[in-house]
């Protein structure tokens, strides 16, 4: 009886979503599965308590930069269209789209007017691969890559691009990455790669582009192509991690988050750490924004004021999924327990991300060196 | 037109719509895309598919072609063993079993591979706990081996089934002359049972070439990306760059190669019609 009353609400609430509640707040997140969850299971109820009568509808639209992209399509054909009000009222994006977005006058400049606006001041929350997206977004989280090592097979673990290239060639296949085709850690392997030994990594993370720097990348490339003799090309981001946790590499970049989640799933050995490479390796934000004519924009900034302010950062973001918080850390002291803030910053600590956490490429370089990747170093 | 013919015509139309909207227009739409730039003709994607997947071709063609095969010989072995096999609880062990993978779809037997075969999986697991292999020996079989391992795994009974009911419904008399002349079992099965049955195991494993070359999961779950087959590649290309007349080259290249298998099968499947014919 109970499934048929939930299986009828469930039908209910598809067809008529609007008859749901007297409010609709309708959020699309791109990301995997674990960000619709965020906001369905723990953002949702969270709002519509401190909200009566109103309904949160999250809509995932799938991983990686394709799923920001259908979210840009969407917005970018009803403003085509002309709509008078937008389908989506929050959306969470990745920073390519977030970008282009803005840029297109798709998306609203709300956060001076939300109190939790001047609780951010990294650089992502002004600037998202090139573009300048002050006041349209808010991040919900940072998350960054890292080398993830088993301290019992690696007693000093490098501490640079450069150590690690000497490390795997006297340890060969120790170290796995996932190529550049399986998920974003490798990506990021990658460009920190080029990043190290390609020249002059602040033009490639700030601008201002020119097609000719990628000819400056082939000694980084054929170096490259010659450590991965000396490395396993594991499956998948979660594929490096499996392989770190059957004991058959001792190394390998993992994305932060995925290697908390895991550890205190009990899927890694407990002795594994974390590893920041000099001179840095790329981590992103996801971004929380209000479309330009979303139709409940005045509940969607109410929503996103929820969504970053200190206590549900510290409590969702930080304690629950493992990133790191979306606006300034000294805002989360006080709202966390000591053990979950000394785990965050145990291996890595703010000095270490504040000197080696870097921003991806801005697009056209980061389009550069997957292709400049496919051509010299896979192909 | 007659009043037969065009409610011939009006019954096929829904399907015939089908086809062309589901396959005719978008096959047509990715064929211009790959030949054109900029609206005028030109082979640059084709330039650029070669350029950065020469080896991903190579690779995919290499792997399906080994898969292929070895589908052929295993088919052969079981079907000819459900055959001749004189064994029965053998044979009704195969019987049982052999089936079991064609209702496991692709992307399952790829996540159950990637533990089965790494270096310390469930396989090598099981041979060094009994004491066949030392676990310095293990090595992991996640690269091409996964692939063509979880290929033939997944396609054989596929074409074991075709075969086997193919052998079952030949003259036994055939078999049962060459074994009072003395012929022994593998003999017989190679040269008076498998001539009988060659067109089938053809269409079988050409439909098994067809099949495995557009299987995105496995490789993407079995192996790492380097090299990789042409599906990854067509996927990446998209999700990465939003770059479609690449991938559309590469998926005509995918074409030829299936359209060399087909051509084998249209040829049997004419020769047939014309033999019901006669």
Not at chain 1, 186 to 206: I, S
Not at chain 1, 212 to 228: I, M, Q, R, S, Y
């Given at each position: 009886m109970k499934h048929l009353s939930l299986a009828l609400s469930l039908a209910a609430s598809l067809a008529f979503p609007a008859l749901a509640g007297a409010q609709t707040l309708n959020v699309a997140t791109a990301g995997d599965q674990n960000m619709v969850d965020y906001i369905k299971d723990f953002l949702g109820p969270m709002f519509e308590k401190a909200n009566p009568g109103v309904k949160v509808v999250a809509v995932g639209t799938g991983p990686g930069d394709s799923g920001s992209q259908k979210i840009y399509e969407k917005l970018s054909a009803q403003k085509a269209a002309n709509t008078e009000k937008w389908d989506f009222d929050v959306i969470v994006a990745h920073q390519k789209m977030a970008g282009q977005m803005v840029s297109e006058g798709l998306l609203s400049k709300y956060r001076d007017r939300i109190d939790t606006g001047k609780l951010v001041s990294s650089a992502t929350a002004a600037n998202a691969l090139g573009t300048n997206v002050e006041g349209f977004v808010m991040p919900m989280f940072q998350s960054q890559t890292a080398i993830a090592y088993n301290a019992d097979m690696v007693k000093t673990p490098p501490a640079s691009y450069a150590e690690l290239q000497d490390w795997a060639k006297a340890n060969p296949k120790k170290f796995?990455?996932?190529?550049?085709?399986?998920?974003?850690?490798?990506?990021?392997?990658?460009?920190?790669?080029?990043?190290?030994?390609?020249?002059?990594?602040?033009?490639?993370?700030?601008?201002?582009?020119?097609?000719?720097?990628?000819?400056?990348?082939?000694?980084?490339?054929?170096?490259?192509?010659?450590?991965?003799?000396?490395?396993?090309?594991?499956?998948?981001?979660?594929?490096?991690?499996?392989?770190?946790?059957?004991?058959?590499?001792?190394?390998?970049?993992?994305?932060?988050?995925?290697?908390?989640?895991?550890?205190?799933?009990?899927?890694?050995?407990?002795?594994?750490?974390?590893?920041?490479?000099?001179?840095?390796?790329?981590?992103?934000?996801?971004?929380?924004?209000?479309?330009?004519?979303?139709?409940?924009?005045?509940?969607?900034?109410?929503?996103?004021?929820?969504?970053?302010?200190?206590?549900?950062?510290?409590?969702?973001?930080?304690?629950?999924?493992?990133?790191?918080?979306?606006?300034?850390?000294?805002?989360?002291?006080?709202?966390?327990?000591?053990?979950?803030?000394?785990?965050?910053?145990?291996?890595?600590?703010?000095?270490?991300?504040?000197?080696?956490?870097?921003?991806?490429?801005?697009a056209p370089y980061f389009n550069d060196i997957l292709e400049s990747y496919e051509k010299k170093v896979a192909n | 037109m007659t009043r037969t013919t065009s409610l011939g015509f009006l019954l096929v139309a829904p399907a015939l719509a089908l086809v062309a909207a589901l396959f005719l227009w978008p096959l047509g739409y990715s064929l211009v895309a790959a030949f054109t730039d900029g609206g005028r003709l030109s082979l640059v994607h084709f330039a650029k598919a070669h350029e950065l997947y020469s080896t991903d071709i190579v690779f995919t063609l290499v792997i399906v072609l080994v898969s292929t095969a070895l589908v052929g010989l295993v088919s052969i072995i079981i079907a000819g063993v459900l055959t001749l096999s004189e064994t029965p609880w053998l044979v009704a062990i195969l019987r049982q079993m052999y089936r079991w993978p064609l209702f496991i779809p692709f992307i399952v037997a790829g996540q159950c591979m990637r533990t089965f075969l790494a270096k310390n999986g469930l396989m090598n697991n099981t041979f060094v706990s009994l004491g066949l292999l030392d676990p310095s020996q293990t090595a992991s079989l996640l690269d091409w081996r996964g692939i063509v391992i979880t290929f033939v795994w997944k396609q054989a009974p596929f074409v074991i089934l075709m075969l086997a009911g193919a052998m079952a419904s030949i003259d036994r008399a055939t078999i049962e002359a060459g074994r009072n002349l003395g012929a022994s079992r593998p003999r017989c099965l190679v040269e008076i049972v498998l001539p009988q049955v060659a067109q089938t195991l053809m269409v079988a494993l050409v439909l098994s070439f067809v099949t495995m070359l557009s299987v995105l999961s496995v490789p993407m779950m079995v192996a790492g990306s380097q090299p990789t087959m042409l599906t990854v590649d067509m996927a990446f290309r998209i999700n990465a760059y939003g770059d479609y007349p690449t991938a559309n080259a590469l998926g005509v290249i995918s074409y030829a190669m299936t359209a060399v298998a087909a051509w084998f099968y249209l040829r049997h499947t004419v020769r047939q019609q014309r033999e019901a014919e006669r």
């Open positions: 796995g990455y996932n190529g550049i085709k399986g998920g974003m850690s490798g990506v990021a392997f990658a460009a920190g790669w080029v990043y190290a030994f390609g020249g002059d990594a602040n033009r490639l993370m700030k601008g201002p582009y020119d097609a000719a720097t990628k000819g400056g990348w082939d000694n980084a490339l054929v170096a490259l192509k010659a450590f991965n003799q000396n490395a396993v090309i594991t499956p998948g981001n979660a594929g490096t991690l499996d392989m770190l946790n059957r004991g058959e590499i001792a190394m390998g970049p993992v994305w932060v988050d995925m290697f908390y989640t895991w550890m205190n799933d009990g899927k890694l050995p407990p002795n594994m750490k974390l590893k920041l490479l000099a001179p840095g390796m790329p981590g992103q934000p996801m971004y929380y924004a209000v479309p330009a004519k979303a139709a409940q924009a005045a509940l969607a900034e109410k929503f996103i004021a929820m969504a970053t302010s200190p206590q549900v950062q510290a409590d969702g973001i930080v304690k629950k999924f493992n990133w790191y918080p979306g606006i300034d850390a000294q805002h989360l002291q006080g709202k966390l327990d000591d053990a979950t803030w000394k785990k965050l910053f145990t291996d890595l600590t703010p000095d270490d991300l504040s000197k080696n956490a870097k921003p991806f490429p801005i | -």
